[in-house]
């Protein structure tokens, strides 16, 4: 079983937080957004299927990339998404009975429950520990950094879900 999920990074950067002295002025350079879309699949061992893209998330990407890893499985697998518009796209749709002959099978989550999916762990993880303040400073490295970051899942990185 997997749980997909897609999320983005940006080069806006994540703060989940921050302080500063009294009197202290904070400057942050700023430039156009430039951002980077991922899809993830992760089971409750960290193994991990990823792509990503410049483009916006669609349903076309989503079903090429399922279509890829139908093929690639040896048992029946499941994979567990949330209610995404993009998830339940017409498209998307009309790919299950093929999947489904191939072993691969989609099972949504009900609404409001991002707390049922661990693939939104990825994201919080990859912000928060695994990409640097420093890769913020370029599109090139932030967007390095989370492919590096995204590729070590399930072989250097790994997920405890056992504490989650």
């Known amino acids: 079983m997997y749980y997909g999920d897609e999320s983005h990074v940006c080069t806006e ?3 989940p937080y921050g302080w500063q002295f009294p009197n202290e002025q904070v ?4 430039e156009k957004s430039q951002r980077m879309n991922c899809f993830a699949m992760i089971d409750r061992n960290s193994k991990c299927f990823q ?3 410049m483009e916006n998330m669609s349903a076309e990407k989503i079903v090429d990339f399922l279509e890829k890893f ?3 499985i040896e048992k029946e697998t499941f994979i567990v998404l949330d209610n995404a518009s993009v998830h339940k796209a017409k498209l998307i749709m009309e790919r299950v009975p093929f999947w489904q002959k191939r072993g691969l099978f989609l099972f949504f989550l009900p ?3 991002p707390h049922l999916n661990i693939a939104e762990v990825i994201w919080r993880k990859l912000k928060g520990e695994w990409i640097k303040p420093e890769d913020y400073i370029a599109k ?3 967007f390095y950094a989370t492919k590096k970051a995204l590729a ?3 072989n250097n990185l ?3 879900y056992t504490h989650i």
């Open 13 to 15: 950067g994540y703060v």
């Open 51 to 53: 792509f990503s893209t």
């Open 70 to 72: 139908s093929f690639s």
């Open 152 to 154: 070590a899942l399930g």
């Open 158 to 160: 790994f997920i405890n």
């Open 111 to 113: 609404p409001y429950s």
């Open 27 to 30: 400057c942050i350079l700023s």
């Open 140 to 142: 090139e490295k932030l």
